[in-house]
C-alpha cells in the first residue's frame, strides 16, 4: 500500500476505481477496510482532480451527484484532519482566510437554523406538545421563511466561486454542487408548500409522513452542504487562487456589482473633467462610451451578450436585474452560468445558433409571480458568421394587463 500511496499516477486510478466501486454498489464500510491507509491522505483538491477525471472520462454529472454525500463519507476522516492544517494556513494569511468569513457566518447561521427546526419539529411530534402546537407551527415557518435565505448563499457560490475555479479547469465538482443546490431549493419550496396547510394536518400521519420523507431529508441535505463547503470546496478555493484573486473575491462578497460600478465611474469622470472620451462610428450616428453604457443601462430589460468563443463577454446593470450576475462571469463558458441540468439545452440553442438552423429561441417563465420573457438571438455579421449570442430578459407581467389604447396625446403632465 505505502508504494501506492507514493506513486501519484497510481494513487489517482486506485481512488477513481474505488468511486467508480461505489457507483456500482460496492458497500462503503468495506471500501474503508481495504483503502484506509490511503483514504486517510485525500485532501479536498485531490478529490475534486477525481471528480472531474471521472466526469471527463464520461461519467455524468448527475451520476457523480447522486452519490456524492457517499463519497463524502467514504474521505470524512482524512478530511477532517486535513481542515485543520488547511484553516491553519489560512490564519496565517489573514488578507486570504479572511476572504471566506462571510460564507462562513452565514454556515453558522444556517446550521444553526437546521438545528432549530429539527428541534422544533420533534416538539411537535410529541404528543405532549398539546396546547404548545400554535405556537411552535408559527416558530417553525419563520424559521423556514428565514432558511430559504440559503438560495442566496448558493447563488454567492454559483456565480462568484464557482467561476474562478473554471479558470483552473475545475468545473465538474461546482456542477455537481449546483446540482445539489437546486435539489435543495426545490425541496424547500415543497416544505414551503406543507407549511401553507400544515395546520390541518397536524393530528393526522400525513404530516408525520411528509416529516420523514422530505422535511428530514431535506435539512440533512443542507446540513451536507455545510459540510462539503467547510471541508471540500472552501480548502479547495484555498489552495487554488492567487492573492490578487481573493482581492476581487472579497469585493464581489461584499458587493457583487462593485467592480462594475468602478468601470462605469471612471468612464463618467473622465467625461466630466473634460479630457472627453472618442465617439464611437455606428451604422447610424456616433455615440461616445459612455453613451452607449447609459443607453443600456436605461433599458426596460436585461441584456447579455455571449461571444463567437462561448464567454460571457457583457451584461447589463439596468435598474431591475432579473438573475444574479456578478464581475466573475465575464469571460465564464455560458455553459457553467446554468444548472448542471438546463447545460444540455444551452449546448443545443448555441449549436442551432452556430450552424444556422434557427436565429432565436424564447422561453417565458413565472418567477415569484414575475412574468419573464426570454429571449436568445444570434448574432450575426454582415456576411452572416456567427459571432455571439444576445440574450434579452423582460418583465412582461404588466404588459399582458394592456388593453385598448393609450395615444401619446393621452400623456398627463
Not at 467561476?163 to 461546482?174: A, C, D, F, M, Q
Not at 471541508?231 to 462578497?253: A, G, H, M, S, Y
Not at 433599458?299 to 455571449?306: A, Y
Amino acid at each position: 500500500m505505502s508504494e501506492l500511496i507514493d506513486n501519484r499516477k497510481h494513487r489517482q486510478e486506485t481512488l477513481k476505481g474505488i468511486i467508480r466501486d461505489l457507483h456500482a454498489g460496492v458497500d462503503s464500510k468495506d471500501i474503508k477496510a481495504r483503502f484506509g491507509e490511503l483514504l486517510d491522505q485525500v485532501g479536498a483538491t485531490e478529490i475534486a482532480d477525481i471528480e472531474q477525471s471521472l466526469i471527463n472520462e464520461g461519467l455524468p454529472v448527475e451520476e457523480v451527484q447522486k452519490l456524492c454525500d457517499v463519497h463524502v463519507a467514504v474521505f470524512k476522516d482524512s478530511l477532517d484532519k486535513q481542515k485543520a492544517t488547511v484553516d491553519t494556513k489560512a490564519t496565517q494569511m489573514d488578507s486570504v482566510g479572511g476572504s471566506l468569513d462571510p460564507l462562513r457566518e452565514e454556515n453558522k447561521t444556517i446550521s444553526q437554523l437546521v438545528l432549530d427546526i429539527q428541534q422544533i419539529i420533534t416538539e411537535i411530534s410529541d404528543a405532549d406538545a398539546g396546547s404548545n402546537i400554535e405556537f411552535l407551527l408559527t416558530e417553525w415557518e419563520g424559521k423556514h421563511k428565514e432558511l430559504l435565505d440559503v438560495d442566496q448563499h448558493y447563488s454567492k457560490k454559483e456565480n462568484i466561486l464557482f467561476p474562478y475555479l473554471e479558470r483552473y479547469g475545475i468545473s465538474g465538482p461546482p456542477s455537481v454542487m449546483w446540482g445539489t443546490h437546486d435539489d435543495i431549493r426545490a425541496s424547500l419550496k415543497e416544505v414551503s408548500q406543507i407549511l401553507a396547510h400544515v395546520e390541518a394536518k397536524v393530528a393526522s400521519p400525513q404530516l408525520s409522513m411528509e416529516i420523514g420523507n422530505l422535511l428530514l431529508p431535506t435539512l440533512n441535505s443542507v446540513s451536507e452542504m455545510v459540510y462539503k463547503e467547510e471541508n471540500i470546496l472552501f480548502p479547495l478555493c484555498l489552495e487554488t487562487f492567487t492573492e490578487d484573486e481573493w482581492k476581487e473575491i472579497r469585493v464581489q462578497l461584499k458587493d457583487p456589482m462593485a467592480t462594475m460600478y468602478k468601470k462605469k465611474d471612471s468612464i463618467a469622470s473622465a467625461a466630466l473633467s473634460g479630457l472627453g472620451l472618442p465617439g464611437i462610428d455606428l451604422d447610424v450616428g456616433v455615440l461616445t462610451p459612455e453613451q452607449i453604457n447609459l443607453m443600456l443601462t436605461h433599458l426596460p430589460i436585461d441584456l447579455t451578450f455571449v461571444d463567437e468563443k462561448d464567454e460571457v463577454a457583457y451584461f447589463s446593470l439596468g435598474p431591475e436585474r432579473f438573475f444574479e450576475r456578478t464581475r466573475a462571469v465575464i469571460g465564464r463558458k455560458v455553459q457553467f452560468c446554468h444548472p448542471p441540468t438546463s447545460m444540455g439545452v444551452v449546448e443545443r440553442i448555441l449549436e442551432d445558433f452556430k450552424s444556422g438552423r434557427k436565429d432565436h429561441a424564447d422561453f417565458w417563465i413565472n418567477a415569484k409571480g414575475t412574468m419573464l420573457y426570454i429571449r436568445y438571438f444570434a448574432v450575426r455579421d454582415k456576411v452572416g458568421t456567427y459571432k455571439g449570442t444576445l440574450e434579452v430578459t423582460q418583465n412582461i407581467t404588466e404588459i399582458q394587463k394592456l388593453t385598448g389604447e393609450k395615444r401619446i396625446y393621452d400623456y398627463e403632465a
